[in-house]
């Protein structure tokens, strides 16, 4: 009975830790995205990284079948399994056609696997048509960019020395000042010399008359303060959101005893970019508490399979229940535009009672 606690503990350990390598894949998985989608070389210690944490992935996953681990034997993971291993290989089209199955499966990693073979294979094509070299910008456009580089130096350097020029110009009157020193300093003694008898009723004068400038250079501004903020104040028409989603399944308040659950969602006519999104799941303990997630999912049609392992890991770390919605992104789950439906609750076995 003992032997029997010990090996769920190490299940569940390991599923977690399972689930916590697909976490990690996922992310270098985006960092990957963007070197693809930029057209730029994939940096080597990327790519070895990626490949490191699947081969751990794949090591954890061999332990869990030696714990009787009978989640873990699916269809999925074994194309998933025979595709990597032909990527490995050098068989990037046998490893594309097994990456298929295993994405029909949902695997995880299988869709984004795709991508990174099919850019491996065309890497591998240019290096082969290129003579052995990595993908680079071509030479002309190099040499192009170098010459607009010089180009642009020198006129700076052109743009520099005229300022100087122009400003050794601008400087050239201090010997005129020279030469009018001894006249201003013949003429001055005498303005200076007169200005005290007659300056104590200048100055009532000009004081009465400067405060009006100042009171209409005040005014002035105004209007244009008013007519700064105001466009600031117009462009708040942000929230175009469409409407939200309507669910079809699960209930609310359904109750999780296993499997596999499948998020289903009102047909909408989308956009070649959109497509539906469980919002992230969101698990809450004994206490009421979240300490728990698990990241958006999304799919072009309109039924969104989470795997049951997910929501064992959640019950594994003593989640009560899970707290989900969806909604409609553009591009990714992360890029939300429409409203979100109302949260609903998967209870792990019993649902939360929040009030």
């Known amino acids: ?114 991508r990174s073979v099919r850019y491996a294979r065309k890497v591998a094509q240019n290096k082969a048509a290129g003579g052995g070299r990595t993908w680079s910008p071509p030479a002309s456009t190099r040499q192009t960019r170098n010459r607009l580089l010089v180009g642009l130096a020198i006129l700076l350097l052109l743009i520099f020395v005229g300022v100087i020029l122009g400003a050794g110009g601008l400087f050239a009157p201090p010997p005129e000042t020279a030469s009018l020193g001894p006249t201003a300093t013949f003429t001055a003694p005498a303005v200076i010399l007169i200005i005290p008898d007659t300056a104590t009723p200048i100055p009532s004068a000009t004081a009465t008359s400067s405060p009006t400038p100042t009171t209409t250079a005040t005014n002035t501004p105004r209007p244009t303060a008013t007519a700064d903020t105001s466009p600031t104040d117009t462009p708040t028409p942000a929230p175009t959101l469409r409407p939200s989603p309507r669910i079809v399944g699960p209930t609310n308040n359904m109750v999780w005893l296993d499997g596999a659950v499948v998020f289903e969602f009102g047909t909408v006519d989308l956009a070649y970019d959109e497509l539906y999104c469980v919002n992230t799941l969101r698990g809450f303990d004994q206490t009421n508490t979240e300490n728990w997630s698990f990241p958006p999912t999304g799919s072009k049609k309109p039924s969104i399979a989470i795997e049951a392992n997910v929501f064992r890991v959640a019950k594994a770390q003593d989640m009560r229940c899970i707290v989900w919605s969806g909604s409609i992104g553009k591009g990714s789950c992360e890029n939300i535009i429409s409203y979100s439906t109302e949260e609903r609750v998967i209870g792990l076995p019993q649902p939360c009672r929040f009030k």
Request: glycine share 2%; hydrophobic share 40%.
């Open 1 to 114: 009975m003992a032997t029997d606690v010990h090996a769920r503990e190490q299940r569940l350990r390991k599923q977690a830790e399972l689930q916590s390598l697909f976490l990690n894949l996922a992310n270098l998985r985006k960092q990957e995205a963007t070197y693809i989608e930029a057209s730029a070389a994939l940096p080597e210690f990327l790519v070895r990284q990626i490949t490191e944490l699947r081969q751990e992935i794949r090591a954890v996953e061999d332990e869990l079948l030696t714990l009787n681990d009978e989640t873990i034997k699916t269809p999925a993971r074994q194309f998933y399994r025979e595709a990597f291993e032909a990527e490995l290989s050098g068989d990037y089209d046998k490893a594309i056609k097994l990456y298929k199955s295993a994405s029909h499966y949902n695997h995880p990693d299988a869709g984004v696997a795709i």
